[in-house]
Nanobody
Framework: QVQVLESGGGLVQAGGSLRLSCTAS????????MKWHRQAPGKQVELVAG???????QYLDSVKGRFTISGDKAKNTVYLQMNNLEPEDTAVYYC???????????WGQGTQVTVSS
């Protein structure tokens, strides 16, 4: 059974930093991409960043230059380094693991990030 577990959320002041981690266990397929999404109160889920197994990355425009995604393929783990956090970054952050065809896609339970002004 595939499990996706996030950690690293918390409360931080504006301008501060946090590092989120996500590990997928019990994986029985070839992972193509691991992504971070977020959902703020009253808003839709949005893709924050993603990284493929060949190292290609994508970012939400509003986090470019502040957030960095990286991965450890051997550990099925992805990280999201978040610097210069803003109150607008407050949200529940979810990790998503998927295969190339998205036949397999799994989500974690989420980790809360709160940025105070």
């Amino acid at each position: 059974q595939v499990q996706v577990l996030e950690s690293g959320g918390g409360l931080v002041q504006a301008g501060g930093s946090l590092r989120l981690s996500c590990t997928a266990s019990g994986v029985d397929f070839n992972i193509y991409e691991m992504k971070w999404h977020r959902q703020a109160p009253g808003k839709q889920v949005e893709l924050v960043a993603g990284i493929t197994t060949d190292g290609s990355t994508q970012y939400l425009d509003s986090v470019k230059g502040r957030f960095t995604i990286s991965g450890d393929k051997a550990k099925n783990t992805v990280y999201l380094q978040m610097n210069n956090l803003e109150p607008e970054d407050t949200a529940v952050y979810y990790c998503n693991v998927e295969s190339f065809t998205r036949e397999h896609t799994y989500w974690g339970q989420g980790t809360q990030v709160t940025v105070s002004s």
